[in-house]
């Protein structure tokens, strides 16, 4: 892959420089219906199409749709159906390829009911098709706003669905619901101002008659959230924000997670934070992957990106709340219930982004507990107590660890992980019988460098670089950890750094992806790899799978990624058994 000097020119330049399309920002409307009307191009969806919330809570045993774009409330990832297994995936073979017309990076993880599958782009259209044949009924183009900021690429990774709509966020801070039958618009929310940095990439979640959705923007010093919006009008219900206006500093935390040393100046921070206590308007703290749902106890779980500005510290004294942690908060009124920092004052930009499971794991007394894990980009899986945050346990490093924790310097320090992770965004997967979650890695060595920036209003605000070390070897690892000792099972070491998402199903299978366009099925015990097939352009997106009368398919998509730069593309694959 091409070597950028250095790894924030590539991870935000490229989706900022034909992305920051900077024009002044309307006034914020609660309700904007002048999109409601506008129809999607193609015929209607030749069905009914409707969810039912009793749908949504039972999709972890759903074995015919894949309803949410993590599979489930959990977010497991775990697909129920065995058609497809160890001793046959050997013989998968493509079903359909669908092409899109946009040709750039795709993380999309598709949405299928009742046969009938929806797939998003970058730049937010929409694509319903027919899920066993790749029919194309309908596709959608959000028109967008004269202002787009956002880091990364311009990325969406799915809709969600509800009722008889569906629901995305656009790039241009909006969102959207949509007739799920024929594209049509039913109405627009304006969530953020994109002019201070916001945008939308993630998937959101529907509940309850809500629709919930987190912010990008850490990287332009926004005030990052999670907001709940009404699902048949998108009034807004509520809003946590990520950064606490008050008490928002006062632990001064000296190890991380692990019990390390942060080697932080705490007594000047103190000083710095007696003169400006301001600062929590623009400390960042995105949530980039969608909550996952404990109905039983009414939670959403999330976890919280980087502060801003990413290396400057010195503009954001403290631990810097919620920024680089796991939250939960009350599903109907987001009130506060717990929270877990992973890295206070972090000045590395190794945030948590990998979406949050639910599942069960040993306590430390041996007596299985409902717990709440992430994958983090330092290398770890996180396991916590699910009613108390609780940090039961830390897996061992799935990636090399050097220098943790040594401050960036002017010159530059070097530092493992690099500011890509350990885990990305990539969601993980768990086998609940084999113990085991499964998590997509990247090894990039990389020297942190830092320098004096102030706010600078809504544009990129990083206070240094991120510099790839040309001379030094980047690779991925795919690795298996058992979920109540920590261990690692197994791993497979790949030639380029992972980046997109794990599936694993019922048949004892795990599937990945990788950039160099192949996609991947391994023995979920063992990790032996079963079968492979090359895609054509980058496979960074998390597979999912689902069946048609009776046929099991398991799709993902291949469109490449910008923040890596691997080869792009405009594809979903759809595979299946002879």
Partial sequence: MNRMPSFKARRLSLAIGSALAVAAAGALAQAEISGQGAMASGSPVPKAVSVSQGQLDAAGNDSVNNLLSNLNYAQTRYYPGTQINTKNVDKLRPAFLFQTEVLESMETAPIVVDGIMYITTSYNHIYALDAATGKEFWHYKHKQGPVMTYCCGPNNRGVAIMGDRLYMG?????????????????????????????????????????????????????RGFVKAYDANDGKLLWTFDTVPAQGHEGTWAVNDATNRNLHRDIAAEKAQLAKDGDFYKTLGGGV??????????????????????????????????????????????????????????????????????????????????????????????????????????????????????????????????????????????????????????????????????????????????FKVIAAE??????????????????????????IGGVLATAGDLVFNGEGNGLFRAFDAASGAKLWEYQCGAGVNAPAVSYSVGGKQFVAVAAGGNTQLDFKRGNSVLVFSLP
Avoid: C
Avoid at 170 to 197: N, R
Avoid at 401 to 422: S, Y
Avoid at 481 to 491: C, Q, R
């Fill in 170 to 222: 656009t790039l241009d801070a909006k969102l959207v619901s949509l007739d799920a039958k024929t594209g049509k618009v039913l109405w627009s929310t304006q969530i953020a101002d994109p002019e201070a940095g916001y945008s939308e990439t993630m998937a959101p979640v529907a509940v309850n008659g809500k629709i919930l959705i987190g912010t990008n923007g850490g990287e332009y010093g926004i």
């Fill in 473 to 498: 070897k980047q690779w991925g690892r795919l690795a298996a950890v058992n979920l109540d000792t920590g261990k690692m099972a197994w791993k497979f070491d790949t030639d380029q750094p992972l």
């Fill in 288 to 465: 980039w992957m969608a909550p996952a749902i404990d109905k039983e106890s009414n939670t959403a779980f999330f976890v919280v990106g980087n502060p801003s500005p990413d290396l400057y510290g010195a503009e954001r004294p403290g631990d810097n709340l919620y920024t680089d942690s796991i939250v939960a908060v009350d599903l109907n009124t987001g009130a506060y219930k717990w929270h877990y920092q992973y890295v206070p004052h972090d000045v590395w930009d190794l945030d948590a982004v990998s979406p949050v499971i639910l599942t069960e794991a040993a306590g430390k007394d041996g007596k299985m507990r409902k717990v709440a894990i992430h994958g983090g980009k330092t290398g770890h899986v996180y396991v916590h107590d699910r009613a108390t945050g609780e940090l039961i346990r830390f897996s061992e490093a799935m990636v090399p660890q050097e220098n943790m924790w040594v401050l960036p310097t002017k010159d530059g320090a070097r530092m493992l992980p690099g500011a890509n992770g350990g885990v990305e965004w990539s969601p993980m997967a768990i086998n609940p019988k084999l113990r085991l979650a499964y998590a997509a890695n990247l090894h990039q060595p990389m020297t942190y460098h830092v320098e004096e920036a102030k706010y600078p209003g809504g544009k990129l605000w990083l206070g240094g670089a």
